[in-house]
Each structure stands twice: as structure tokens, then as C-alpha cells.
């Protein structure tokens, strides 16, 4: 059975590991997790980075510095995992559905301005498949009304939006503030991980203390100050410097992982683009967008066809999965949404399957998977 996703490791992981078990620094905020974060500081133009437990906890960070509170209104796109919604839901935030465009599962940029009430306080944009959202039109909307835009850019590592001006810019540097993962179903994993992004310098200094339990202990290792308390709010979002060793092996190879996984998206793309059957159900790509190969997926026509193209797929040996109900129509949320219909999210969520994309993927694999989808 190829399976729809292994983790891949480098090799150099369990070096790395040992390396930080053997400096005798292995709580967090050491030698590696400094390395990890200036590395995507550097690269992709952040204005802080903090390593985190996963993308749910950075998610959780955005939602209490951007003040979120009971009644406070967040618009965030409906065909998502849940913790684009679930950090906010916790401070008390009421959810804002808004559904995705008809040809490409993303926030629907158009219908943005007319979900923003006087109670709303930000702005959760997910590039779905590592693809960018319309950052041009959201983060001009923001401007307008005063809003936060959160990235939820768990898919997007080494992906970017082009401005209509020509500017470039990496995923998770545009809106105020960004959250990635690492999880081992990403691009580059460290079983459990993620990391906060800040691009709005307001939040740096209170975004360390709710990082470090609500201390003030980040500026009292630099020196800043000469002993550290309780200053704030916060919990323990940090990892531990062995999985900040496990992910700069991952780092190390990115380039490397990055170009097999677009060379194998790309055989896909090159061999479904010749099916009468599946040339529409391909995934759409907008102008404006980087493609960092995270996800192969196909829209088919009904829910019942997703299911026949499943079905043939196992027979064959080939593991594809589907995912995301709509959360508005989730069994937590649909007594709470405002019964307005989002029929793109409602789409995607019967008609989108995911294919088998991994590192150790090979075009043999694809060319018999496409085969046998005949
Ligand atoms: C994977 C994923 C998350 C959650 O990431 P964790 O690191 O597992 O918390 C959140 N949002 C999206 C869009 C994801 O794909």
C-alpha cells in the first residue's frame, strides 16, 4: 500500500538530538531553537519568530494578543482544520464563517468586507494547500476597518504572494501576525511543532512573556533585566530544544525536500492535465500565488464520484484521504452560525481528495496511480 504520507527524516535528526541532550540545555529557548529561528527570520523576512508546540498553540498565542474577548466578532473561512477557530472560540470570540472561492478553497477576499460588524476584531486567513490568499485585497481591507490579520500558514512554509506591484513576499510575513506547524503530515516536520510569527513590532515583547508562562524570562537572559516574575498572561508554548534539533536537520534539507516535492506535484498536474475525466478537477493556482507543493489534490464533481475515485484508489494500493467538514456545519459549531449557506465550503468539503504526496514519493508511484484512476 503507498500510504498518503510518510514523514521524511534526513538523517541527521538523532545527531542533532543527542547533540542538545548532551549540552545539558534541553528545556526551550536554547542553542537550536535560536538557530531554527533566526533561520526563518533570515529567509522569509519575519520580524520575530518563535518556535512553538504546534501551529494550534501560535494560533492560540495570535488569539490572546490580539485581545480577543467575550463578544468580540473573527471572521475566519469555514473549510479549515479546527484550530484556525478553536483559539479564538476560547477567548470567547464569535465565529464569523466566511466561505471560499468557487475554483480554489481559500477565503473568498470579495465577501470579507461584508462579514465585518462593528464587533469585529480581526481577520484568520488559511492558505489552503500552501497557496496564497488574496493578501493584497485582505490586508487592504484590514487596514480600512482596524482589523488584525492572522495567517494561519500552517501549509505555507516557503510559499509566497506577489503583490500587484511586483513585491514578493514570503506566507506568514504579511498579516500582523502568522502561525505555522510542523507537524509530520507538513513539509518539514518535527512530529509535533510549530512556530508564532510577529510582523507588527507591537506584539514582539508580550508575545515572549505569554511564550514563557507569562514571565518576563526572555528579557532576563539577554540581560535586560536583573530578576523575572510574573508580569503577564501565557502558558507554556515552547518546546523543548530536542524537537528544535529534530527540525533544523529538516531546515538543513528544505531546499532539497522543497524540489522533489514540486517535482512530484508536478507529474500529477502533467499527467491528470491529459485526462478528459480529471482535467477540471484540478487545483487552481491564482496569479498571485507561489505554489510550495504541500498538497495534491482533485475537486471532482459530486461526492458520490470522490467516493468511487477513493474506493478504486484502495483497491489499487494507494492510500487518498479527504478532509475538513465545514466547521459551520460541524457538530460543535451549527447551532451557533448564523445559517448563512457557504455552498464552496459545503463543495469542498464532499468533492476535494487528497492524493499520496511525500518526499519519498517516486514518479513510478504517480504514473501508476493516475493508471489506475483510468
Ligand atoms: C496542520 C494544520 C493546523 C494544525 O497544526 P498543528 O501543528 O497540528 O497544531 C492548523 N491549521 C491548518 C490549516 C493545518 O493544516
Known amino acids: 500500500m503507498i500510504p498518503f504520507n510518510k514523514p ?5 535528526e538523532t545527531d542533532y538530538i543527542k547533540q542538545a541532550v548532551q549540552s545539558g540545555k534541553i528545556s ?3 542553542m537550536f531553537t535560536k538557530k531554527c529561528q533566526d533561520f526563518f527570520e533570515q529567509e522569509y523576512g519575519f520580524k520575530k519568530a518563535l518556535l512553538t508546540t504546534s501551529c494550534t498553540d501560535a494560533l492560540e498565542m495570535c488569539a490572546i494578543l490580539a485581545n ?3 463578544g468580540d466578532e473573527v471572521i475566519v473561512p469555514s473549510f479549515t482544520f479546527v484550530s484556525s477557530a478553536i483559539a479564538f472560540v476560547r477567548q470567547g470570540a464569535k465565529i464569523v464563517f466566511a466561505d ?4 480554489n478553497p481559500n477565503i473568498d477576499a470579495d465577501i470579507v468586507e461584508s462579514l465585518i460588524t462593528n464587533k469585529t476584531k480581526a481577520i484568520v486567513v488559511v492558505h489552503y494547500a500552501g497557496v496564497a490568499c488574496n493578501m493584497e485585497k485582505i490586508m487592504q481591507i484590514a487596514s480600512q476597518y482596524n482589523l488584525l490579520v492572522i495567517e494561519d500558514a500552517a501549509q505555507a512554509i516557503d510559499s509566497y504572494f506577489t503583490f500587484s506591484n511586483g513585491e514578493k513576499k514570503a506566507l506568514g510575513s504579511i498579516g500582523h501576525l502568522g502561525a505555522f506547524s510542523f507537524h509530520e503530515t507538513k513539509n518539514i516536520i518535527s512530529g509535533e511543532g510549530g512556530m508564532l510569527t510577529i510582523n507588527d513590532e507591537r506584539f514582539i515583547h508580550r508575545a515572549e512573556i505569554i511564550w514563557e508562562k ?5 528579557e532576563f537572559f539577554r540581560g535586560e533585566v536583573n530578576k523575572y516574575g510574573w508580569v503577564d498572561t501565557g502558558s507554556s508554548f515552547l518546546p523543548s530544544e530536542v524537537i528544535a534539533a529534530f527540525l533544523w536537520a529538516q531546515i538543513e534539507n528544505l531546499d532539497a525536500i522543497q524540489a522533489k516535492r514540486k517535482q512530484l506535484w508536478k507529474t500529477y498536474y502533467k499527467l491528470l492535465a491529459t485526462q478528459e475525466k480529471y482535467k477540471n478537477a484540478l487545483p487552481n493556482l491564482p496569479e498571485y ?4 507543493a504541500h498538497m495534491f489534490y482533485l475537486v471532482l464533481p459530486s461526492v458520490e464520484e470522490r467516493t468511487q475515485v477513493i474506493e478504486k484508489l484502495k483497491n489499487e494500493g494507494f492510500h487518498a484521504v479527504f478532509h475538513y467538514i465545514s466547521l459551520h456545519s460541524s457538530p460543535y459549531y451549527i447551532g451557533k452560525h448564523d445559517g448563512r449557506e457557504l455552498v464552496n465550503a459545503d463543495k469542498f468539503t464532499q468533492c476535494l481528495v487528497r492524493l499520496p504526496l511525500f518526499y519519498e514519493l517516486n514518479e513510478t508511484d504517480i504514473e501508476r496511480l493516475v493508471l489506475s484512476l483510468g
Do not use: C, Q
Request: net charge positive.
Open 28 to 30: 526551550g529557548n536554547g
Open 8 to 12: 521524511y527524516l534526513t538523517g541527521k
Open 68 to 70: 480577543i474577548k467575550e
Open 214 to 218: 507569562g514571565t518576563n524570562r526572555a
Open 289 to 292: 500565488a507561489s505554489n510550495n
Open 100 to 103: 471560499s472561492y468557487s475554483n
